[in-house]
């Protein structure tokens, strides 16, 4: 590398003993692609897990509504139905777009409470379940004279 330093006659062009390296070196390099690949790792795997999470966030909410929907059902039932349904399980799967989920419905008589039932509604997907409970008063239809 040359360079001008001052001297009798001016300005005098001089090389240096030691060279001068431009740039990084191979080792610098390296660390730096190590630094940025593990922090892209990092960003990925962050993203991943909120991806999923999103996901299962969506399917519970979904079978919150459909448990809901099924209480709201048993809710309605005549004193037969409930006669009928007395501490049996109930099951079955909803109809499309929810096909994947199924469905279990439990009624029985809350003890020492004439007339008050309790209602247990279970809906499972794949890697889940929701489940839901009530208690209600069956239905009464009055005539008007």
């Not at 509604?121 to 008063?137: C, D, H, K, P, Q």
């Amino acid at each position: 590398m040359w360079f001008w330093i001052p001297g009798v006659d001016g300005l005098v062009r001089c090389r240096s003993s030691h060279s001068v390296a431009a740039g990084f070196s191979l080792l610098e390099v390296l660390v730096a692609v190590v630094v940025v690949g593990l922090a892209a790792v990092a960003a990925l795997a962050v993203l991943g897990a909120e991806l999923r999470a999103a996901g299962r966030v969506v399917k519970t909410l979904e079978a919150q509504a459909l448990a809901e929907y099924r209480l709201a059902e048993a809710r309605l039932l005549s004193d037969a139905e409930l006669a009928r349904l007395r501490g049996q399980s109930v099951e079955g799967r909803f109809a499309p777009p929810f096909e994947e989920y199924t469905w279990a419905l439990v009624i029985h008589p809350v003890p020492g409470e004439p007339g008050l039932r309790e209602a247990q509604v279970r809906v499972a997907w794949g890697t889940g379940e929701v489940v839901l409970g009530s208690r209600f008063r069956s239905p009464t239809i009055q005539v008007a004279p």
